[in-house]
């Protein structure tokens, strides 16, 4: 039996530096707080500076690929753009001598970017920068220093396993109608319903999807043809994956998120698409029918087991009334405050679509479109906006077309970049996952996700997994020059023969 060499130290460094965090960012309120932010980018820039350091083996290597890195350059000019912003402030609020905060009107070089400058801790074009740079940073991270489908699998292990934690604790936290983070602290909002430590059951939700969507696609590797030839009735270490699915997925339906729930049944409709496409296959070719049976019948009592176990803690009521009212939104949107929100927020838009207004200067702003619109002012006169519950409307109100575009780029340049130029990297479980990754941007359509730190580190990290490895083993399927050093593709050859 050949054996497998063990992956080198720098990836390994950079595998615990990311899980890190990754945790961190998850159990300190999901980074929303400030001193967690600041947490978040110190982790994440430690991971980056390990993963482009030059090494006696390499060299410079890393360091160059990062500079090729084209997600790299988008997402540093996304940044840049910020800085820029929040240095060019066309308003400036301070406060008085009794603590109000007053907004003066300042001058601005009119052909840069411009924003507002605000106290530290209050929104701005810079804290919105410790937003999205974390992801940012463990995403080229990933694509710099991981050179082994393996690195990207035990990242995605890391997500699940974070994600079906955090599901356990959500669910014994509303068991136990508990109001306080772990049991023990105040949480950070005091309105609304309390889920785990988001604080917020749809960005819970968010979190959780996140994760299944990494368990199922590493569920599809390991019961595939590319799993070394590893068969699904053998068993192995791989098959927890299963129970933690469920606990996942049960997690999310107690969270009680309407479209949450609606994502996370699209991703399991895609699973269940590769499951039954291989069923399909393998009864061709063997004609095999026992394995399939035990199969689906194991699979059914699972799920039969923890369906039991949870259902006495949803409120199967309240499950039905949110499924309605999710349904009528779909057919009357007139009658859903998202409609007039997206109204305000494409008035706001149009004002300054250039430039936008700041990075996370949109609740500043929507106040001037907001009140041409009845029904956004029935609350005291006037509803809090803080965002548009819609990301692509809020980022172009933000950072106008010319900061819009290149963040675009990001998310979705490396996708179509696989599909059209490494397909023969793309197989099912990457498919699978890729499948999670396109849900969760039709969520983001109803929702204001990516303005939280936790799900856009989430999201990043998934994106350049699922990207690095199909681009991986395009090079290893095709036999074409590699632009891996040749000991490390090598080693990487060995583990996927």
Known sequence: MRGVPPLPLRERLVIILATVCLVWTTWALGGVKFWAQVGSVVLSLACLLVAAWPSRQNGWANLRSLMRLVPFWLGLFVLVYMVVQVLNPAWVFERDSSGKILALRQDYIRWLPSGVRTPLRMMNPLLMVMVLAPGWMLACSIWTALRRPKSMRMMMWAMTLNASLFSVVGMLESITHTRKILWLFEPTIRSGMFWGTIANENHASAFMNLGLGAALALLVYYTGKGARGREFSKGGSYLMLIPLSIIILGGVIQAMSRAGILVAGLICLAFLAVVI?????????????????????????IVWATASSIRGSIDIKRFIREMKSLSIVAESPLEDVRYYINMASMDLFEMKPVYGWGGGCYRYFIGITQKN?????????????????NDYMNYLCDLGVVGSVPLGLFVFGPVVFVILFRRNGVDSHIMMGLACIGAIMLHVAVEFFMQHPLIVMQLCILLACLTRTASLRHFMSVGSPSPLPDKVRRAALSVES
């Open 277 to 301: 496409a291989r069923l399909v296959r393998a009864l061709l070719v063997s004609g095999n029918r026992i394995v399939a049976i035990v199969t689906g019948t194991v699979v059914i009592l």
């Open 373 to 389: 619109y009845p029904y956004l002012m029935q609350w005291h006169n006037k509803r809090n906006i803080v965002f548009a519950h």
